[in-house]
């Protein structure tokens, strides 16, 4: 890690604030997450799924290693704000794999990772938390995955405990964060705030609190997941169908002008 790629790890820690939280619009190329720095964002993440879509693969780590690895290098060189990167399981098959992939993280500019448990068993989730920490040392901000509310894991009665069980497992082998996708009501959002001992990451979608309410329950980091990039495909969709069927251009007013876009791509990053 150079010194920058230091001092913006350090400053990503320092933006997880309870109750005045980082919030993340996400990012799924260079051009969309130079545009989330350009409107006022403080730090960039990436959507896995996003990306994956974006090299022409489907979500669950099917577009491997070395292609995600080549996505976030160009958004890291593309900003001069912290990027986080979502690297799913860790594009691996084991917590060395992890690690592998960790190093190739680190070597793109990235200095922050989300690290997703998906449906495996957590205490596989806690060695491979393990072996990204101690291949990534103190710097990098990890973000652990807990998916028992977005899979609906286990039994409904019992899944905040079991959440805020795996998540003392994780914390303890390394985790810096805590991401809990897929849960939306308050009362749940204020306790797992309340409850853990790092910064909890929800993910928002419509129908979730807003911003403002997120904060005021603790929340310490927002996220949106693929949500920009499918409402960046609906609209590339619903000019085509509009061209094609109609044969014209109502969905193309609002567009960005050709010269504020190309001259924000063409500028270098800011460092």
């Keep these: 890690m150079t010194n920058s790629q230091h001092e913006r790890a350090l400053h990503l820690r320092t933006l997880h604030r309870p109750g005045q939280p980082l919030v993340l619009p996400n990012a799924w190329d260079a051009a969309s997450a130079r545009l989330i720095e350009e409107a006022g964002a403080a730090a960039v993440a990436t959507t896995s799924a996003g990306v994956a879509w974006s090299v022409g693969a489907g979500d669950g780590e099917t577009m491997g290693r070395d292609r995600a690895l080549d996505l976030i290098a160009r958004v890291a060189s593309a900003v001069s704000v912290p990027v986080t990167a979502d690297i799913e399981g860790g594009y691996a098959e084991d917590a060395d794999g992890v690690?592998?992939?960790?190093?190739?993280?680190?070597?793109?500019?990235?200095?922050?990772?989300?690290?997703?448990e998906g449906p495996r068993p957590a205490a596989e989730h806690v060695d491979r938390i393990a072996a990204a920490r101690k291949c990534a040392g103190a710097a990098l901000f990890i973000n652990a995955r807990i998916d028992t509310y977005l899979l609906s894991l286990g039994d409904p009665a019992t899944r905040l405990r079991d959440t805020l069980d795996r998540a003392a497992a994780y914390v303890t082998a390394g985790a810096d964060g805590i991401f809990?996708?897929?849960?939306?009501?308050?009362?749940?959002?204020?306790?797992?705030?309340?409850?853990?001992?790092?910064?909890?990451?929800?993910?928002a979608r419509p129908g979730s609190p807003s911003i403002g309410e997120l904060a005021a329950l603790g929340v310490a980091r927002i996220s949106l997941g693929p949500a920009i990039a499918l409402t960046a495909y609906a609209a590339a969709r619903r000019a085509t169908r509009e061209l094609l069927t109609a044969g014209t251009y109502q969905a193309l007013d609002g567009s960005l002008g050709f010269a504020e876009i190309d001259a924000l791509?063409?500028?270098?990053a800011r460092r």
């Design 265 to 268: 791509m063409a500028a270098p």
């Design 180 to 203: 809990v996708p897929g849960v939306a009501d308050a009362e749940t959002i204020a306790v797992l705030a309340a409850e853990l001992t790092v910064p909890l990451n929800v993910m």
């Design 99 to 116: 690690a592998e992939t960790i190093r190739g993280v680190l070597d793109a500019g990235a200095v922050g990772v989300n690290l997703e």
